[in-house]
């Protein structure tokens, strides 16, 4: 029961207008699955991928979405209307990646922490 309300809380946003989407500019890093079905049992296996590394999300300030490739959101970073897989928005709102569904939490994190944002946090909480 835990993990089901958990994972609904990660996945509470996933009919977001563009504008809202730009709301966690300079506040968070983005993952989206991106699918036509959001039930799909690639997102539900991806998503449990990522919730598993629970810790290492919150460490990087990320949140995980869940849009249709057909959402108003997405329309500024021109996904096809059938894009299905995991994007990554960086803390500039900017797409930093596109990957196929499932790919390993950590080459997510290996591509995060190698930005030059993350490695400042990273040299900031270790002063």
């Known amino acids: 029961?835990?993990?089901?309300?958990?994972?609904?809380?990660?996945f509470t946003l996933s009919n977001m207008s563009s504008q809202k989407l730009a709301?966690?500019?300079?506040?968070?890093?983005?993952?989206?699955?991106?699918s036509l079905d959001l039930e799909s049992e690639?997102?539900?296996k991806q998503g449990k991928q990522f919730h598993d590394a629970k810790k290492a999300i919150k460490e990087r300030e990320m949140l995980v979405l869940r849009l249709?490739?057909?959402?108003e959101a997405l329309k500024a970073y021109n996904i096809s209307q059938n894009y299905e897989g995991v994007l990554l928005i960086g803390e500039d709102g900017g797409l930093?990646?596109?990957?196929?569904?499932?790919?390993?939490?950590s080459i997510v994190f290996e591509l995060v922490d190698s930005m030059p944002m993350r490695r400042a946090e990273i040299r900031s909480k270790n002063d």
Not at 1 to 10: F, Y
Not at 68 to 71: A, G, V
Not at 96 to 105: E, G, I, Q, S, Y
């Open 1 to 10: 029961m835990k993990l089901l309300v958990t994972l609904i809380l990660i």
């Open 23 to 34: 709301e966690y500019k300079w506040q968070n890093r983005l993952v989206i699955l991106v």
């Open 42 to 44: 690639s997102v539900k």
């Open 68 to 71: 249709s490739p057909k959402s």
């Open 96 to 105: 930093k990646a596109k990957h196929d569904f499932l790919v390993a939490p």
